[in-house]
């Protein structure tokens, strides 16, 4: 089943498709930043850079150069988000009539639509309904739905809202049960990050610094299941903080809050609460806030706030942290979108990919 991802971002729920035996053939972003690291991670897709708005389904198809059977994606979610202003004005809300635009012109067997829980709410749910009038009649539309992503086995508590369409005539009857049932029991930051603390700093390639896991067999499943084969991986640079704010997160316990700048501190035995992306250099350049390490005095690094996420060792982000802190803020965990293909791929015929979830 070839596949096209819109507003990829770094690649999250493509990463999660593939994982589950899909192939993205294409990927479209506006943002070289964000995309930055597509060819590495996804060496076999092909990236192009351009504002959705402008383009048409005929331009998506010359570009896919295949029948596409599936379009994913997450329009820009910061004008529906509760954390952000939520202006009706925002042009960035356009953007979400664009993708079911695109879908109307691709004619895909299926397509599934990311975002954040405020799209539902009452002051947005008109814009979402009106956009989906957009969409033919033959298709069949399941949600809008509120997903968690640690209800799928993350080791983040991510809610967002999905909508997905399907083609009867190609697929198989879905419900919004088929995925909102879904109780795979969730990681815990333990499982997630504990095997990191002791990995060895083998040095800095092309503005990645590279580290080497030790005592792999004693990690969790979880981890286990995300090591790369040399159980190498990158960024896993420590924030240094002044003395002050050092002496500040000592005093923050598990689960509790820093009462100055508001970081929460991970607890071992729960879950990483939801990761946020904060802003390019076209909004502010501000950090969102970062959890900090259970124990430790200081921010998660990218590599623990990749494997809370979900994505696996071997992805690669920016050199620069702030980048990378966006790239996965924004992602969709990779995880949830494995386990919503694998719930589809007998509905389109095919047979996922078998990476065990207990």
């Known amino acids: 089943m070839n596949l096209i991802d819109l507003f990829c971002g770094c690649g999250g729920f493509s990463n999660g498709a593939e994982a589950a035996g899909f192939k993205t053939s294409l990927a479209i972003d506006v943002d070289p930043i964000l995309t930055s ?6 060496p076999g897709t092909l990236l192009k850079l351009g504002d959705i708005s402008q383009l048409d389904g005929n331009l998506l198809h010359q570009y896919a150069e295949k029948p596409i059977d599936i379009v ?31 879908v109307a012109e691709v004619k895909p067997r299926l397509f599934i639509m990311e975002n954040v829980e405020g799209l539902g709410y009452a002051d947005a749910r008109a814009t979402l309904d009106e956009a989906l009038q957009i969409v033919p009649g033959r298709y069949r539309i399941v949600g809008p739905m509120v997903l968690d992503a640690a209800n799928f086995g993350a080791a983040t508590k991510r809610k967002r809202l999905f909508v997905i369409g399907y083609d009867e005539e190609y697929v198989d009857p879905l419900n919004v049960s088929d ?37 792999a067999s004693a990690a969790s499943d979880y981890a286990q299941r995300l090591h790369s084969e040399l159980l190498q991986f990158t960024g896993n640079q420590r924030t240094s903080h002044k003395d002050n704010v050092v002496e500040r997160f000592k005093a923050v316990p598990q689960g509790g809050k820093d009462a ?22 076209d909004r502010g350049s501000f950090q969102a806030v970062r959890p900090l390490h259970p124990d430790e005095p200081r921010v998660i690094t990218v590599r623990e706030a990749a494997r809370l996420q979900g994505f696996v060792d071997d992805f690669k982000f920016h050199p620069t942290i702030w980048h990378s802190f966006r790239m996965i803020g924004n992602s969709v965990s990779p995880i949830i979108a494995r386990e919503i293909f ?3 791929a007998p509905r389109l015929g095919v047979e996922a990919e078998r990476i065990a979830a207990e």
Do not use: K
């Open 179 to 215: 995925f909102s049932d879904v109780r795979i029991p969730p990681a815990t930051v333990r499982d997630a990050i504990y095997d990191l603390q002791n990995a060895t700093e083998l040095g800095v390639i092309d503005g990645h610094d590279f580290w080497q896991i030790e005592h």
């Open 260 to 281: 100055v700048g508001r970081y929460p501190r991970l607890a071992w035995d729960g879950q990483c609460p939801t990761l946020r992306a904060g802003t390019g250099s």
């Open 37 to 42: 690291s597509v060819g590495v991670n996804h």
């Open 72 to 102: 994913i994606g997450g329009p820009p979610c910061q004008g529906f988000s509760s954390m952000g202003h939520r202006r009706v004005d925002d042009p960035r809300r356009s953007l979400l009539g664009h993708f079911y635009r695109l």
């Open 342 to 344: 694998r719930i589809i």
